[in-house]
């Protein structure tokens, strides 16, 4: 593979060689329209966001069956709204110290709980820990590489060489034949189920099951249904199918699919505040607890050394304290 990496930064150095032909053949080889993958890249967080939202109710339903410190039957003040899942919070963990060493790996500590040490609800603390994890797993593992099957090192090389030339050549030609270089080499009709089942793997193993340990003091895959496991799988296939199709086949943008860090500053011009937040926490400033969705920005180089023409498609959705106040 490393070979093919070396092969493949001789044919981008030609790329400067051949830039008028280049520009010309870039233009004739667009097959996928920009819009149709944005609007594709909205459904895959669409599909995340239900998926997560299905994993908090079904493990938080769970522990509140089962847990010692809520009685089955709700109480008389209750309403018939109200579920016993609705008063557990991240402080209810049977093992609240690995939750938070897990959450510092995730990249979410913030979300365990508040500066006062207040916990979050069960519910939504389960569901936004699983959409960062999936959204980062994404973005590390299969967004920002040059191709998945390429090493940190094989990516770093080429995306060098690629953002060095980019603003004078039009390169997304090259790009373009690269990846599918490397996607045909062994059986492409099976790398997006392959890719999909190491996603899963990844995910069950680096977040699922620890957080489920870590919440209920137990783990067993048949907490989750068998369409739990099909949903998320189906997530990972069409995440790299679509990762497929904008390095494949568009050529005139590079789409860049991003995150951002617990900690970082709320910042409007690529980050969006999600859901219900309190009116006095406008966000401006304020340090983000995580993010929940991926956002999703394009860029064009025309060459002739110009800056890249950047557009913003799909905000990074953020958490703030004021979503919990």
Known sequence: MEGKVAVLARRLKETQEQHASLRSATQKSET????EMIDSFRDLKRAIQLLCRRFGATISDFEAETSRAIPLAP???????????????SKNAAHFASLKKLLTTIG???????????????????????????????????FDRFHPEL??????????????????????RWRAASFAAIEQDGDASVKDAMWAKEFVSHVTESTIAPLVRAIHDTWDTSMLPKSFWDALFEIGRTAYLWNRDVKCECVSLDFRVVMSADGERYDDTYMALY?????RFD????RILAAVGMGLKTSAVTGNDEPAQEVWHEKVDVLTEGYFT
């Open 32 to 35: 996928k329209e920009p819009g």
């Open 75 to 89: 109480p008389p003040a209750q309403t018939p709204q109200t579920s016993p899942s609705d008063s557990l919070t």
């Open 108 to 142: 979410g500590p913030s979300l365990c709980n508040s500066s006062r040490g207040e916990g979050r609800p069960l519910e939504d603390f389960l569901d936004f820990t699983l959409r960062l994890s999936i959204s980062s797993t994404l973005v590390q593992d299969l």
């Open 151 to 172: 090493s940190h090192r094989g990516t770093s090389f080429l995306l060098t060489h690629y953002e060095s030339i980019r603003r004078r050549v039009v390169a997304g």
């Open 275 to 279: 859901d219900k937040h309190n009116a």
């Open 283 to 286: 966000g401006k400033g304020r």
